[in-house]
């Protein structure tokens, strides 16, 4: 079954860390580009960082720069997410899409269901 | 980078057109082909309903279709279902070395 699983969702105080995992079954994960994508509560969603299929290259959204690390391990069909030094307005419900077309953010074809962080003390 | 504009609200009766508008600038919407819609239920993840401006993914029903003119994509949505009631968001490529942008997105209510 092609799927993405996301996991590690939490509460954290402010300062804290995290890190999300994303699980992906049914499709040949090394070959696609990934991206994690986040809604805060009422809000729309934002994108927050990419990779490119071999790890190569990384981008990330002004608000989380220097914070946040994106990575994946191909022989583990996984993807991750650090997040470092969160704030209250991380909170939200971050999404692992898989990213295709010719450019990063082309369109996400797959998305996860949703692991909600709430950052609060 | 600012967000794409879209309506926060639109509505249409069973069976009637409805139209979405995504604005952005000629550093994004105006300059590539890459926006794409989605359609999210609540407490659903998003799903694909666009891409590419005007390209249907498998599965999605010919009723939803895409354009764009000049700085501006649009959704459109023909023969309305109850099923069509959800939140809209555009998103669009912004160019080498930055991630894309999404709009703010738009409910869409079948009346």
């Known amino acids: 079954q092609v799927q993405l699983v996301e996991s590690g969702g939490g509460l954290v105080k402010p300062g804290g860390s995290l890190r999300l995992s994303c699980a992906a079954s049914g499709f040949p994960f090394s070959g696609y580009y990934m991206s994690w994508i986040r809604q805060a509560p009422g809000m729309g969603l934002e994108w927050v960082s990419f990779?490119?299929?071999?790890?190569?290259?990384?981008y990330y959204a002004d608000s989380v720069k220097g914070r946040f690390t994106i990575s994946r391990d191909n022989a583990k069909n996984s993807l991750y997410l650090q997040m470092n030094s969160l704030r209250a307005e991380d909170t939200a419900v971050y999404y692992c899409?898989?990213?295709?077309?010719?450019?990063?953010?082309?369109?996400?074809?797959?998305w996860g269901q949703g692991t909600l962080v709430t950052v609060s003390s | 980078q600012s967000a794409l504009t879209q309506p926060p609200s639109a509505s249409g009766s069973p069976g009637q057109s409805v139209t979405i508008s995504c604005a952005g600038t000629?550093?994004?919407?105006?300059?590539?082909?890459?926006v794409s819609w989605y359609q999210q239920h609540p407490g659903k993840a998003p799903k694909l309903m666009i891409y590419?401006?005007?390209k249907r993914p498998p599965g999605v029903p010919d009723r939803f279709s895409g354009s764009k003119s000049g700085n501006t994509a649009s959704l459109t949505v023909s023969g309305l279902q109850a099923e069509d009631e959800a939140d809209y968001y555009c998103?669009?490529?912004?160019?080498?070395?930055?991630?894309?942008?999404f709009g703010g997105g738009t409910k869409l209510t079948v009346l």
């Open positions: 000629s550093s994004d919407v105006g300059g590539y082909v890459y």
């Open positions: 899409a898989r990213d295709r077309g010719d450019v990063p953010g082309d369109y996400f074809d797959l």
């Open positions: 590419e401006v005007s």
């Open positions: 998103t669009s490529y912004a160019g080498s070395n930055n991630l894309g942008i």
């Open positions: 990779i490119s299929s071999v790890g190569t290259s990384m």
